[in-house]
């Protein structure tokens, strides 16, 4: 299981984010006084993307670019993560794994988002 704790800008954890990501489920738990926790099955992520801003590649971190089909939270991002790029890997293995076994596949359409094409 891999968990970490959300940045501030210089790289410190000072937060009260937490992600956490086991072999079926992407969790995100936040606040202090009103505690909250998110929850993504992985075979419900259909791409991962990893953003660095200057600042980011300074002090070694990274944002994560979430794109799921999760009905309560959609896209989102876990943002300012030390290592970005292990983490990433490690979590597309696990999404794929998790894919794999439960039989699901993404299904991904070239061209424009157009209802109305005509396929004749």
């Given at each position: 299981m891999w968990r970490a704790r959300k940045r501030i800008w210089c790289g410190l954890p000072w937060t009260?984010?937490?992600y956490s990501?086991?072999?079926e489920r992407l969790f995100i738990d936040s606040?202090?006084?009103n505690k909250r926790q998110d929850?993504?099955?992985l075979y419900r992520i259909q791409d991962l993307m990893v953003t660095r801003s200057?600042?980011?590649r300074?002090?070694?971190m990274g944002t994560i670019h979430i794109s799921s089909k999760d009905k309560t939270l959609g896209d989102f991002d876990l943002i300012n993560l030390k290592n970005v790029m292990d983490v990433k890997e490690d979590l597309?293995?696990?999404v794929e794994a998790q894919r794999d076994s439960k039989r699901v596949s993404v299904r991904e359409y070239m061209g424009d988002d157009d209802d109305?094409?005509?396929f004749s």
């Open positions: 009260f984010t937490v990501f086991d072999d606040g202090i006084l929850e993504v099955r200057l600042l980011q300074i002090f070694g597309s293995k696990k109305d094409a005509d």
